[in-house]
Every structure is written in C-alpha cells, then in structure tokens.
Nanobody, 127 residues
Framework: QLQLVESGGGLVQPGGSLTLSCAASGGTLDDFAIGWFRQAPGKGREGVSCISSSGSNTYYPDSVKGRFTISKDNAKNTVYLQMNSLIPEDTALYYC????????????????????WGQGTQVTVSS
C-alpha cells in the first residue's frame, strides 16, 4: 500500500517562496503519476500541479502557472512542489496524491483519478 507524507508547509509573507515535499513509501514513484492539490477553507479541492510517472509531462492551471514547479527525485522517492511569488490566495491545505496512469506520460489535475492521498501540509501566505 502506497503511503504519502507531505512536509514543508508553513507561514510565509506575500512574494515569498516555499518548497513542499511528498515522500512515498510502500511503493516506487516510478509507477505513479503524482498530483498536488489544495483546499482553502470553505472551498473545494483544486488541482495545482501534476507530474507523470515518467517525469516528462507536467500540468499547471493558470492560477499557478509560472509560479509553481513540480519535480521528482526517483532516488529519494519524493516529489517536490516549488512555490514562488506566493500570494494570500495560495493559502490552503496542500495534499499530494498518486495513481497509476494509463501510460507513463499521463497525469491529470482531476482529483477523481487519484487513489492514494497524504494528510496534507498547511501553507499560509500572510503579512
């Protein structure tokens, strides 16, 4: 059973940066597409990035494009989300999730396809 643990959240000022980590155990990330999602209070869960199991394909919605970067380190079995130029609207609980895609080049920002979820790490952007 794949288990995911997020870390790296915290309080940051607007314009600042954070790097979130998603460490996997019980399986290898070579086999899984990984997504990052966030949920702000009173709002639905939103996909903010994903990376295919091959690492060759990524996805970002317009709300974070150019500011967030997803990457993976297969040797460490960890996926990262580098977040720059943070704004208060980025404040949310951030989750990583995984699923086995139909190909090694597929990932999606749709949460319904993901089978494994971490517990989340809180990101607060405030002055």
């Amino acid at each position: 059973q794949l288990q995911l643990v997020e870390s790296g959240g915290g309080l940051v000022q607007p314009g600042g940066s954070l790097t979130l980590s998603c460490a996997a155990s019980g399986g290898t990330l070579d086999d899984f597409a990984i997504g990052w999602f966030r949920q702000a209070p009173g709002k639905g869960r939103e996909g903010v990035s994903c990376i295919s199991s091959s690492g060759s394909n990524t996805y970002y919605p317009d709300s974070v494009k150019g500011r967030f970067t997803i990457s993976k380190d297969n040797a460490k079995n960890t996926v990262y989300l580098q977040m720059n130029s943070l704004i208060p609207e980025d404040t949310a609980l951030y989750y990583c999730a995984a699923f086995v895609g139909p190909t090694y080049y597929y990932c999606t920002g749709s949460q319904k396809e993901y089978d494994y979820w971490g517990q989340g790490t809180q990101v607060t952007v405030s002055s």
